[in-house]
């Protein structure tokens, strides 16, 4: 009822919730600074238009969070930017999403190798049944990243410990990582996925699922992944989004409502449909 | 019987389920009823249970009664027959036919379960494989004996039985593995492509290890039909009292063949006594390959 009124509002003041000129919206991100770039993207299921001419740039070594209710389209965005929705029946896009310049849906690039520049996370801790070790490993021996054992033990240390997860796992490193709790699993999928060195990190509502502590815990990780990765963040809490994002995207029903630095969003929000939202009545 | 809701509508509303005799009348009814489920249950099972028992027990007494050093070693065609060639036919057999299924079972289902995408052709393969599932073995056994020993000429033979038991095998391996396979977690496999893994990858190194409970329990209903069989093997196989000579053209004896052809000739008692030690042998491998399949596995799954 609510969202409905708004948006008919919305038709009648003519107040179009126009992508390309949210984007124009986002003020400080200097264009030099742009990693990942979505021209004109549209996303479909079938026939069903999911995500409707999207145009965003996504700031290197930031947080760009994707925030909206269930169904607005903000995880099939995350999973488009290293092409996680390649194998769903039907799905296909319009536009294009350029990484550094190059677009990403391009013929020449191969989709199992960008997984190594963008990494992910998701909703569900998703450890593998093998041991911690294996978990982290699991990408450096897939792309033998390392030349011998010494290499990989390495490589596992400083993921684990990027990932705040070392001082509690290093005594049980050869144990099961289903033994862990939700957040040491969660923090352990971060590791794996920071230990084939990416330039990107997509996370699918990694808190969702978890406690306020460990919520925290990874809150405090991604702001320090933010040093050295360009992290991308799909949240639909929106104190998370506000701690932690530097620019927040909202979406709603398929369509890139607004998009800014956070502090604009959240405080000075240009459409009624972020502010309704926002206020937590839409 | 009285399950309907206590009403709340009369005068007595304000009396509490806790103490409503109503409810306390229903309560004691379905306490009753537990209890007589609970025994009508273990009844079944005992019901099951006690013939199988006695079965077993009749068997292991007469088979190590009967079992001899000579029995084991001689030939069926010696002067004082043994088991000796039908142990060696149907640890053959056992090996082709398991070479055979396993691989095409295995890579059969992986492929309908990871690859399959839904069409006609993956369709009509799982409906192929339901209906050879269902085919009585005696037919599959006489297609076999048309095809293989006539059409191939491969005579009655250790190659011919083999692939007989095989067709009788596959559909078991092929549709466990599917559905072993399909029971793995989604999020798990996109975990791994989320990494970089390729699809082949993928299923080495998370689907199998994950699947492989399921995919061995499928392995070891099969291979206990295929021990089982005795139909097929007459077709194609035919008996021999002794080793077979090569895999064409050698007809082969087998353990079952031994029970079906001694058992009933009463009037010489010790080849009955052979019949005992064969049923004896049977049900020694049958478990040794469950106990060895489930040691192997918890070895495997541990991490």
């Known amino acids: 009822m609510s969202y409905k009124s708004v948006l008919m509002k919305q038709g009648e003041s003519g107040e179009k919730t126009d992508s390309t000129q949210a984007m124009y ?66 799905f296909r896009i319009t536009g294009k999403v350029l990484l550094d310049g190059e677009d990403i849906y391009a013929p020449t690039v191969d989709p199992v190798l960008l997984k190594t520049r963008v990494g992910m996370v998701f909703q569900k801790p998703n450890p593998f049944p093998i041991s911690i070790y294996d978990n982290v490993a699991f990408g450096p021996r897939i792309h033998k990243l390392a030349k011998n054992r010494g290499e990989l033990d390495s490589i596992v240390t400083e993921s684990l410990q990027k990932a705040a997860l070392w001082d509690e796992v290093k005594d049980r490193l050869g144990k099961s990582a289903w033994g862990l709790s939700g957040g040491q699993q969660q923090r352990l999928c971060i590791a794996r996925a920071l230990a084939v060195r990416p330039e990107v990190i997509l996370m699918d509502e990694p808190a969702s699922a978890l406690d306020p502590g460990s919520t925290s815990k990874v809150e405090e990780l991604m702001v ?12 639909h809490n929106m104190q998370q989004a506000a701690r932690v994002g530097t620019s927040v995207a909202f979406l709603y029903k398929g369509d890139l409502v607004e998009f800014g630095p956070a502090s604009d969003v959240f405080e000075n929000p240009k459409s009624p449909l972020t502010e309704k939202y926002i206020r937590g009545s839409l | 019987m009285s399950d309907e809701l206590p009403t709340r509508s009369s005068p007595s509303a304000s009396i509490s389920p806790w103490n409503s005799p109503k409810v306390i009348a229903n309560h004691r009814a379905r306490k009753r009823w537990d209890l007589v489920f609970k025994i009508l249950s273990v009844a079944c099972a005992l019901a099951v249970l006690i013939p199988l028992g006695d079965l077993l027990y009749e068997f292991a007494y ?45 890579f059969g289902g992986v492929y309908m379960a990871e690859f399959a995408k839904g069409n006609r052709f993956s369709e009509g393969l799982r409906f192929a494989a339901d209906v050879l599932a269902g085919v009585p073995s005696i037919v599959l056994g006489y297609v076999c004996y048309l095809v293989l020993v006539r059409y191939f000429n491969f005579g009655f033979s250790a190659m011919a039985a083999a692939i007989a038991l095989a067709v009788i095998m596959f559909p ?23 990494l970089g893994s390729t ?37 194609t196989a035919n008996f021999a009292n002794y080793n077979p000579s090569g895999l064409f053209h050698a007809p082969l004896a087998y353990l079952t063949g031994v029970i079906w052809t001694f058992y009933e000739v009463v009037s010489i008692p010790a080849d009955q006594q052979l019949a005992y030690v064969a049923t004896f042998l049977l049900i020694m491998i049958v478990v040794c390959l469950n106990v060895v399949a489930r040691l192997g596995l918890r070895r495997f799954s541990k991490v």
């Open chain 1, 25 to 90: 919206n986002h003020g400080e991100a200097d264009v030099s600074e742009v990693l990942i770039n979505l021209v004109d993207f549209s996303a479909f299921y079938g026939t069903l238009e999911v995500l409707k001419n999207i145009n965003l740039p996504i700031a290197k070594k930031k947080i760009t969070v994707f925030m909206g209710p269930s169904g607005c389209g903000k995880s099939t965005l995350v999973r488009a930017l290293n092409r996680m929705n390649d194998e769903v029946p039907g």
């Open chain 1, 224 to 235: 320090d992944l933010k040093e050295n990765y360009t992290v991308v963040l799909v949240t």
């Open chain 2, 62 to 106: 007469r088979g190590i009664q009967a079992i001899s050093i000579v029995r084991l070693t001689h030939n069926l065609g010696a002067t004082v027959p043994g088991l000796s060639n039908a142990i060696v036919g149907t640890g053959l057999l056992l090996a082709l036919s398991s070479a055979i299924a396993i691989p095409l079972g295995v």
């Open chain 2, 172 to 194: 078991y391996i092929f549709r466990t593995t599917e559905i072993a396979i399909r029971k793995v977690p989604e999020n798990i496999k996109e975990g791994a492509i989320a």
């Open chain 2, 199 to 235: 699809k082949t990858t993928m299923i080495n190194r998370l689907v199998l290890r994950f699947a492989m409970p399921g995919i061995l329990t499928g392995i070891l209903l099969a291979v206990g039909i295929s021990l089982s069989e005795t139909a097929p093997l007459l077709f």
